[in-house]
């Protein structure tokens, strides 16, 4: 039996990733992919390096990763996600940023994809919110199914005739049609359900599961406030925005 936990856009929420990891474990999975930004906003991130170092899964760079692997501002992020990126910085040792550094932008696992943004330019971290924006990753996807992350919205999407977004939270993969599904985000989501996203893929039955996980987020939040992260980091965990 192959079972897939497949993560995304853990953002050093140590609480998060846990409560994943242990509903993955409930649910008997075998084999664990990790889809990047495993640091970034949140607090824990050494701690989530490790975690997933320990896994010794298949895992692709996210650009929280690639910005916390360079020795300062490229000016790529924003006020708030430079703060917080400035912060994570200081806390990593040189051989968590050379970890980091080494990730590759995409690779395939058995007979699926992996990658953060998108499949057309993988460095240049666009996004895929619409049916048109996964056309183009689709054009570069090679195999029927794909997951990616970066937009911590948990969605899919599916190309048979054209391309269209379903939010599904069981999706049946069908000979002759491509899947290119976002896991969501573990430790920020944004789509408006406060939970840890992540995703199942049964391999042997075709299935791919969405999941949502509670976990402890008034510690995660706590621990914002207490490293001194900007204050708004800690607000929309709540929201999930
Ligand atoms: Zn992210």
């Excluded at 990790?34 to 320990?54: F, M, Q, T, W």
């Excluded at 460095?123 to 895929?128: A, K």
């Amino acid at each position: 039996m192959m079972r897939f936990a497949i993560f995304s856009d853990i953002h050093a929420n140590l609480e998060a990733l846990e409560a994943v990891l242990s509903d993955a474990r409930e649910r008997h999975c075998t084999h664990f992919i990790c889809l990047g930004d495993i640091v970034g906003y949140n607090a824990n991130p050494r701690e989530c390096i490790k975690i997933v170092r320990d896994l010794d899964c298949p895992t692709v760079k996210g650009n929280h990763d690639e910005q916390a692997s360079q020795p300062e501002a490229t000016g790529d992020f924003n006020e708030m996600a430079e703060r917080a990126m400035t912060w994570t910085r200081a806390q990593l040792s040189d051989e968590d940023r050379q970890w980091l550094r080494d990730l590759r932008l995409q690779r395939q696992v058995r007979d699926f994809t992996i990658v953060h943004a998108t499949l057309d330019t993988p460095g240049q971290w666009g996004y895929v919110f619409r049916d048109l924006d996964a056309a183009a990753s689709f054009t570069y996807q090679h195999t029927a199914v794909c997951f990616f992350g970066h937009t911590h919205i948990q969605c899919a999407f599916i190309r048979d005739e054209r391309a269209r977004r379903t939010q599904q939270e069981q999706i049946h993969v069908e000979f002759g049609k491509k899947y290119f599904v976002n896991a969501g985000s573990v430790g920020q989501p944004r789509d408006g359900d406060w939970r840890a996203a992540y995703c199942i893929y049964h391999a042997d039955e075709n299935l791919i599961e969405q999941r949502r996980v509670r976990y402890a987020i008034e510690k995660a939040r706590k621990k914002i406030i207490a490293a001194g992260l900007p204050r708004l980091l800690a607000d929309r965990l709540p929201l999930g925005r």
